[in-house]
């Protein structure tokens, strides 16, 4: 190193110690660096103080609420004893579906939780449901640890899917406990509305029992609004039954209504308007106590419907029992289907004559036009003119009788005229003479319509019930199963609605007509009133049908437009008054030939007369 490098390092160190003693602090400031790192120091001891505070008050809460956890536990176990870990749990959905069914499961309860039929549709396009969220409930009371359980309330563990050599689909649902096991196990064979279901069990014996002679099962549905016209919808739902062995009965459709019935029966249904669902046990149910209520029109909601039920089981034996869900449309052919369960009494064709004309005639006669034809406005107008072809005998037997009458009426005009109104037994027993001389029966035009008001009567009955018509448009109806609306009124008119059915004021129109024309051709001078009855009629038809499914306005609608334009046919070519008239004359030259119920008819008027004068 030479002597300027010493020279350089000498005069740096020098510039240092020169900045360092320039830049020394002075006591003061030094004595608050001092402070400052003491501050710093107790800060950092009393933040570690405060972790091991924090952890040691955690370790000591774990501790504790372990001992608590345990004390709670123990006590639910005591409390609920082998159903404690049942209780509680998570509600899972499973779904198990066919070509015709789509059914949900919860694990809690162990219950069909929402079922759709696959073959129809809602309002808005989607598959109808028959059912669907926790306002369903399906659960077995029992007694178990000195309480009442209910399996709705209960969590069960669910099975995976399994499908046998048939293509049944199976699912089971159970609860495991230290002495045995419930068991729900379902099935859902291939193509089919029906879903079968065991309750079976084992081991639980000595540590269930049931209150009373039977287990008892409450199965409630809210039963949704499917349709457009709210108000027939729930004029055609309600709760059905079947008694073993015996008929089906149904509670009351409006308002609310429920039945305790103390005798056996094969199945209980929950029935809206075009599909059910029907709860059916093999071995019948020990008695039932049955409820429904009706909604109001503007809820989403027609009808809660209750079943509690009385099921025999018997838990020492480790039995199982069979039941069987169906989830149909109501289409008569299917509910045939299920032979010795009578479900066609589901549908409301009427009672008597006006069902077995339904049966035996319409409803074949419309299945067999399903068969060729696909529209079916087109069905209904061929069914309609099957019918008229039909009844064509009767038409023509009436208007001849109604033709009759009508040339008599100036003869009868005359009798009235030569009579005064004091002796209105006399007018009738010369119009009575009169009749029997010309050969006429003043009920000749009436029978013929009375044989056919069977088949008017088992029409009003078939087309609101026909799942057939549901979702079928035909012109401007989009949906012949409900009203066809072409006007939505802002307000509702009483007992008339809220819309105009085009159908409906088309078939009224058409039936003031036939009534002009019929009228025309009768005597109402002698029942003034009947003429303002006559024409009153199809105005009230108006308001009673305006909410009743298009299908049948439109079957009603044709109907009367055929015999509108028959009567005018008939008149035209094939009545001829003057004929009519010369024919009666000459049966009066005819010597007259009484029948006892015509001799009888006379007796008895001379005895009224007689009194008359005394």
Known sequence: MDKKSYIGICLIFAIMMVFYWINKPNEELRKQWIAQRDSIARAEAFQLDSIRAAQAAAADSAARYALSDSATIAQHNAK???????????????VVENQKIKVTFSTQGAKVYSVEIKDYKDQIGNNVKLFDGDNN???FRFIHNNQNFNTNDLYFSPSEVTIDADSTQHISFSIVTEQGNLVYSYALRNNSYELGFDLSSNGLGEDISVNGAALELTWKIDMRAQEKGHKSEGMWSGV?????????????????DSKELNISLDWVAFKDQYFSSIFVADNNFAGATLTSEAHAETDSIIKRTEATLGVKYNFYQNEKTSFRFLFVPNYYYTLDSFDGLELTELLPLGWGIFGWVNEWFIIPVFKYLEMVFSNYGIIILLLT????????????????????????KPQIDEINASIPDTDPMRRQQETMKLYQKAGVSPMGGCLPMLIQMPILFAAFRFFPAAVELRGQSFLWADDLATYDSIIDLPFSIPFYGDHVSL????????NIVYTKINMASQNTSAMP?????????????????NDYPAGLNYYY???????????TIIKAFFI??????????????????????????DELMKEQQKKQRR
């Open 80 to 94: 609920y004893g082998l159903l404690a870990n049942a209780v509680s749990g998570n509600n899972e959905k499973l």
């Open 385 to 408: 003119i099957i019918i008229k072809t039909l009844l064509m005998p009767l038409m023509y037997s009436s208007y001849k009788s109604q033709a009759k009458m009508r040339v008599l």
């Open 240 to 256: 059905y039954y079947k008694y073993n062995d015996g008929d089906v009965d149904e509670l009351s459709a409006s308002g609310k």
């Open 529 to 545: 009133g009947m003429k303002f009855m006559t024409y009153f009629m199809p105005v009230m038809f108006l308001f009673i049908l």
């Open 503 to 510: 159908f409906c004021l088309l078939m009224s129109a058409v």
């Open 576 to 601: 001829d008054d003057k004929a009519i008239l010369a024919q009666l004359e000459a049966n009066k030259k005819k010597p007259l030939k009484k029948s006892k119920w015509a001799q009888r008819m």
């Open 137 to 139: 409930e399906f659960g």
């Open 557 to 567: 609608f044709i109907s009367t437009l055929i015999t509108v334009l028959s009567t």
